[in-house]
């Protein structure tokens, strides 16, 4: 039985697939049977996600998404070389501890470009002719930062609580483009991104973020299951929404 989580046949662009949540979104999204684009700056590891890859038709295609003016005409030249997308999973992301008496225009710039400009970037580049089929959806990575508060996080809370925003204005302004667009919001998971956040803080002020966890530390995988639902037609009467994948962080 085939069931509406499939996604036999569809491509999906798939950022920031180098490593943690990106990387575990693409293998999930192979073996649901989508035909995958990798992209990432780091060409020896998305090499490593292809080759981890179930099925045939994948790609790579390195890029450095903080190039924000010159994503739409990439986007046309991926679509235009291996056919329109009926996907993205931008998961890509720049997450550095700063207290605010640290923040400059270029620090800011940084953090805003690749989590946020990026985001309005890839739906405008997705929405051009001949870039996307009839039906689509895109899933944005936001983060549980954008509503808890964290020392030295301000900058990097903003972006995601942009995201998380844009997320509702893109799903209303790209209905009759037939793409839905929503977004996931992870708390804490076990990705090189937390290794560098764990450098950044004691034993016990770390403790006591998993502490606030009740199901303790995601996976990259339990973010990818929530992005494949959010691409595939199991969600097809959902649009701009942002669906906590936290362990109960929220709640707790
Ligand atoms: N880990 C967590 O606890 C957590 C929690 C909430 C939200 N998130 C969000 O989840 C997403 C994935 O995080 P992760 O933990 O998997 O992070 P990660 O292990 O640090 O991976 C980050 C990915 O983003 C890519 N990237 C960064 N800057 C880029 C740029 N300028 N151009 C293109 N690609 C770029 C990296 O690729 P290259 O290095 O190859 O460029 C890498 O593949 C991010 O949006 C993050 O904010 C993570």
């Given at each position: 039985m085939q069931t509406p989580m499939h996604l036999t046949g569809r491509h999906v662009l798939v950022t920031g697939a180098s490593a943690g949540i990106g990387r575990a979104t693409a293998v999930l999204l192979s073996r649901l049977g989508a035909r995958?684009?990798?992209?990432?700056?780091?060409?020896?590891?998305?090499a490593d996600t292809l080759a981890e890859l179930a099925g045939d038709g994948h790609r790579m295609a390195a890029f450095d998404l903080?190039?924000?003016?010159?994503i739409p005409a990439w986007i046309k030249e991926l679509a235009t070389s291996h056919g329109?997308?009926?996907?993205?999973?931008?998961?890509?992301?720049?997450?550095?501890?700063k207290p605010v008496r640290g923040v400059d225009l270029a620090f800011f710039d940084q953090i805003l470009h690749v989590n946020l400009a990026s985001a309005l970037a890839l739906a405008r580049g997705l929405r051009q002719k001949g870039c996307h089929g009839d039906a689509g959806a895109l899933v944005y990575v936001a983060s549980v930062a954008a509503w808890v508060g964290q020392p030295g996080n301000a900058v990097y809370a903003a972006s995601k609580g942009g995201l998380i925003s844009a997320v509702r204005s893109l799903a209303m302004e790209l209905l009759r483009d037939g793409l839905r667009v929503n977004a996931v919001a992870p708390g804490l998971v076990e990705t090189e991104m937390?290794?560098?956040?764990r450098a950044t803080t004691t034993a016990e002020q770390f403790q006591a973020i998993v502490d606030r966890h009740p199901l303790g530390l995601g996976k990259p995988e339990d973010v990818a299951n929530a992005v494949a639902f959010l691409l595939s037609d199991a969600s097809r009467w959902i649009t701009g929404v942002t669906l906590p994948v936290d362990g109960g962080h929220l709640v707790r």
């Open positions: 995958v684009t990798l992209t990432g700056r780091d060409e020896t590891r998305l903080a190039d924000i003016d010159a329109p997308f009926g996907g993205l999973a931008h998961c890509a992301g720049l997450q550095v501890s937390t290794e560098r956040f």
